[in-house]
């Protein structure tokens, strides 16, 4: 078990929660939540130790794209790369459809 | 046939199989052998040196004949060379550990890959090659003509006509490779019988039928449970259908085994027919029968279906499906490997398969360190086959030059997660395969795919339409578009996949119209084996290790 966090630059806030993914094996859940900082905070609670390098790589290619404000919570159940960024996706469209 | 025996020197094959008959004629009724004299038989049959071929492809295996071939005496019988389609046995390796067989020929190795490995290691056995399928059926009748074969078929009758069923495969080819070159036939059959159903196989073609101690071995190759479908799957699944069967207007086909072509197999019902594709798509295979595709048949999409070999648990669904399904007039499906891989190569517009490895330039394999494994088919569905002169829409749609004598192309696929479980990158600078094929000096690297015959790269981050791709620099920019978080994929350029993208050479899933949201395992037509076996209204019996109640109650709950 292991927990990482990170913090990325951001420009508006979201103004909805989201929730998708189950933390199930081979999975992950993403909880985004508004934030009342100009930043967005990323905590990772992984069961999987020693992938900090590759989680950074993921986070930043997705907040190259996602740039609004927010609280957001992974609990990871040894997803890959693809199902993570798959359910960032996922919980990003969920906040913008509204 | 014996009295054609003339001592003119052009017959030694015949007089040599004239011999081998005489002197297995003690055990012999008309051309039944025994079951308990299959040993004496063989060692009575058999000449040091001998080329047999034993058959065994990755779905039914001549296990008897295997298992007897074992207990021959090395000192009589040794050296064999033997001609296997797939080594899935564990005495196909014995063999040579036993020094009976030294030299092998074959296409395929799939459980036995490490021990093979460590066979060629140690210097136990000498490979000759390791092909395809077909290449290695096309050998047996040029420099590879078996001097015994040993088969399997599921009945004869008293005349020794065969009855191969649904399961036919390769075997009608191995016996025309030996019989038509005066090789010697053994059969191996699960019953004799007054009356077959249907004749697969005459009986002036067989030698030798003996009844197995039990049924031959088959296993359930092409099943895919939907339960193990991730959401990623459903994802790329979704960027096919849009992005390349409905773009170039795909009609015939073939699907790899992976679980990537069953979530396809499975959202043509749901999400194929909410695009309005029925019909439009998808409507010839050369194709096992899949379970997997029961919901698209009787959904209405698929016209034809022509079988490498059977699936375990399918014959009663294919037999009441014949205007999809070949069937002989006895009802049962027919399977033939060498045409319908024939098919593949030359009456189908698009292979899509999945691979463990893909290079920077799109070259795949699926050997990795410490196992030999070979790739039974895949090469040849993979690959464009240049000698192709009909057009169909899907195959114009390839071209990319202006040229006066510009032809079409193949679509062949690659589907990939950029990351395989527990992390491993799949897209990579250099393939394992290279290291180990100079390791067991092999030739050549075993590449199972070439770049070059690539068309398109399916990976969760979008479409390379590596086809458009101009030279080699672009082709590997555009694979690295598409390769997330791998190192190859960190090395790609926002600037130049935006122009890749904006010159329809990459395409993300929201260039495709293509929602994430949508990609929920709610989606496929079939969530379990038992909505399969519901879809198939009874007719599809899966086998037991794939019926499990207690998951698809979980399932439910999705």
């Known amino acids: 078990m292991q927990t990482l966090n990170f913090e990325y630059a951001a420009q508006q806030p979201v103004t909805r929660r989201a929730h998708v993914g189950v933390v199930g094996s ?3 859940e993403v909880l985004i939540e508004p934030s009342s900082k100009p930043t967005t905070h990323v905590r990772v609670r992984t069961s999987v130790d020693g992938y900090d390098q590759v989680w950074k790589q993921v986070l930043d290619r997705f907040f190259s794209r996602f740039q609004h404000a927010a609280q957001i919570e992974i609990n990871d159940f040894g997803a890959t790369p693809g199902t993570v960024t798959l359910r960032l996706e996922q919980a990003a469209e969920e906040v913008r459809s509204q | ?45 058999l000449e040091p040196g001998d080329a047999v071929a034993l058959e065994g492809d990755n779905q039914k295996q001549a296990d008897f004949l295997s298992r007897s071939l074992v207990e021959v005496d090395p000192a009589k019988i040794h050296d064999l060379h033997l001609l296997i389609s797939s080594v899935s046995r564990p005495e196909h390796l014995t063999l040579f550990e036993r020094g009976i067989a030294r030299k092998i020929d074959l296409a395929f190795a799939g459980p036995q890959s490490v021990r093979l490995a460590q066979f060629v290691a140690d210097g136990k056995l000498e490979i000759g090659a390791i092909h395809t399928y077909v290449e290695l059926y096309a050998r047996m009748f040029v420099d590879l003509m078996p001097d015994v074969s040993l088969v399997c078929a599921e009945q004869a009758d008293r005349q020794g006509n065969l009855y191969t069923g649904p399961n036919t495969e390769d075997t009608p080819t191995i016996v025309e490779a030996t019989a038509f070159h005066d090789g010697v036939v053994v059969v191996q059959v699960n019953e004799i019988v007054d009356e077959l159903p249907r004749v697969d196989i005459p009986a002036s073609w067989v ?63 749901t999400y194929g027919e909410k695009l309005g594709l029925r019909g439009k798509i998808c409507r010839n295979w050369v194709l096992n029968p899949h379970p997997t595709l029961i919901p698209a048949i009787e959904s209405g999409w698929v016209d034809s279906v022509v079988c490498f070999g059977s699936e375990v648990g399918m014959a009663d669904y294919t037999r009441a ?47 990795t360190e410490g196992r030999l494994s070979g790739f039974g088919g895949a ?45 491993e990158q799949s897209i990579v600078e250099t393939l394992d395969a290279i290291a180990v094929g100079k390791k067991a000096q092999m030739p050549m690297a075993p590449v199972m795919i070439y770049g070059d015959d690539v068309t ?26 598409v390769a997330g978080a791998t190192e190859i994929g960190l090395r790609a350029d926002a600037k130049r996949t935006g122009n890749l993208r904006a010159r329809g050479i990459v395409a993300t899933p929201e260039d495709l119209g293509v929602r994430r949201t949508e990609a929920r395992r709610t989606l496929l037509a079939a969530r379990s084996i038992d909505d399969l076996v519901a879809w198939s209204d009874g007719l599809y019996q899966p086998p037991a290790k794939f019926r499990s109640w207690e998951n698809s109650h979980a399932d439910t709950q999705l």
């Open chain 2, 379 to 423: 090469p040849n569905m993979g690959s464009d086959a240049r000698g192709r002169r009909h057009a169909s829409a899907a195959w114009l749609d390839m071209i990319t030059n202006k040229s006066a004598t510009a032809r079409g192309r193949k679509l062949v696929v690659q589907v990939v997660e950029t990351f395989h479980k527990g992390g």
């Open chain 2, 321 to 367: 499906r014949p205007d999809v399904f070949f069937t002989g007039h006895d009802g049962s499906l027919r399977s033939n490997r060498v045409l319908a891989q024939l098919a593949g190569q030359y009456a189908i517009d698009l292979f899509i398969g999945s691979t463990l490895q893909m290079d920077v330039e799109g070259n795949s394999s699926t050997v």
């Open chain 1, 26 to 28: 081979g999975d992950l």
């Open chain 2, 1 to 45: 046939m014996l009295n054609m025996i003339q001592n003119d020197g052009w017959s030694k094959r015949r007089a040599s199989k004239a011999a081998r008959l005489a002197r297995i004629a003690p055990w012999m009724k008309g051309s039944a052998l025994e079951t308990g004299a299959i040993v004496e038989a063989l060692q009575a049959l």
């Open chain 2, 207 to 269: 030698d030798v039928i003996v009844p197995a101690d039990k049924p031959y071995q088959v296993e359930p190759l092409f099943t895919r449970d939907p339960r193990l479908i991730t959401d990623v799957q459903i994802l790329t699944a979704m960027l096919v259908i849009r992005g390349i069967y409905e773009r170039h207007g795909v009609t015939t086909l073939n699907h790899g085994i992976g679980f990537d072509t069953a979530a396809i197999e499975l959202l043509l019902p």
């Open chain 2, 456 to 481: 398109h790269l399916v990976t969760e981050e979008g479409i390379a339409y590596i086809y458009r791709a101009e030279g080699l620099e672009e082709r590997k920019a555009a694979i690295a578009a």
